[in-house]
Nanobody, 122 residues
């Protein structure tokens, strides 16, 4: 069974920084992608950043160079700086096999964490 556990969320003032971590246990595919999504209550989940083991890294437009995603040993990190109030959301990590056809390319990841809350105040 694949389990993902996110840590690192919290409250920070605008302009501050946070680093989120997510460990994927029980996942052994060698070619895979990992991603961060976020969701505000009452709104849909949106992709923040994704990484695959072939070196492809992409960010949502709203990131504007403020975040950095990295992966090591099935752990995905999201370094966030210059945080804005609009970054307030529940942040979720996800992992899927690169060959699933729906995760890495379609955003429909098979495995999700429970989320970690990020709150940015003015």
């Amino acid at each position: 069974e694949v389990q993902l556990v996110e840590t690192g969320g919290g409250s920070v003032q605008a302009g501050g920084s946070l680093t989120l971590s997510c460990v994927a246990s029980g996942f052994t595919d060698k070619d895979y992608c990992m991603a961060w999504f976020r969701q505000v209550a009452g709104k849909g989940r949106e992709r923040v950043a994704n990484y695959d083991t072939f070196g492809e890294i992409t960010y949502a437009d709203f990131v504007e160079g403020r975040f950095n995603i990295s992966v090591a040993d099935y752990t995905v990190y999201l370094q966030m700086s210059s945080l804005k109030e609009e970054d307030t959301a529940m942040y979720y990590c996800a992992v899927d096999s690169w060959y699933s056809g729906t995760g890495c390319f379609g955003g429909q990841y098979a495995n999700w964490g429970q989320g970690t809350q990020v709150t940015v105040s003015s």
